[in-house]
């Protein structure tokens, strides 16, 4: 049974800093892509964040580039979010996901696994 489960979220301020993790269990994990999405109040889930399982290739949307990095540890079959210079704007259920393509990554469908989410809130 494949178990995805992210740790990590927070109440934050502005500016400030969080590193989220994401546990996996149940598969190979250096198979797979791993990935980060979020969905805040009353939006749909969006894409974050991606690391390829073949090259360790990274991945992501624009409004975090600069700011958020991904990271994995195939030996601890884990893979990281540290966010910096938080915003408000970040305010959202941050999910982990596994997949065993490397095109396609930024989109949900292509997802097979997934975890329960993280709660991330930043106050201005």
């Known amino acids: 049974q494949v178990q995805l489960v992210e740790s990590g979220g927070g109440l934050v301020q502005a500016g400030d800093s969080l590193r989220l993790s994401c546990a996996a269990s149940g598969l190979t994990f250096s198979s797979y892509t791993m990935g980060w999405f979020r969905q805040a109040a009353g939006k749909e889930r969006e894409f974050v964040a991606a690391i390829r399982r073949n090259d360790g290739n990274t991945y992501y949307t624009a409004s975090v580039k600069g700011r958020f990095t991904i990271s994995r540890d195939n030996a601890k079959n884990t893979v990281y979010l540290q966010m910096n210079s938080l915003k408000p704007e970040d305010t959202a259920v941050y999910y982990c996901?596994?997949?065993?393509?490397?095109?396609?990554?930024?989109?949900?469908?292509?997802?097979?696994?997934w975890g329960q989410g993280t709660q991330v809130t930043v106050s201005s």
């Open positions: 996901a596994a997949t065993d393509y490397i095109v396609r990554i930024y989109y949900q469908r292509t997802y097979k696994y």
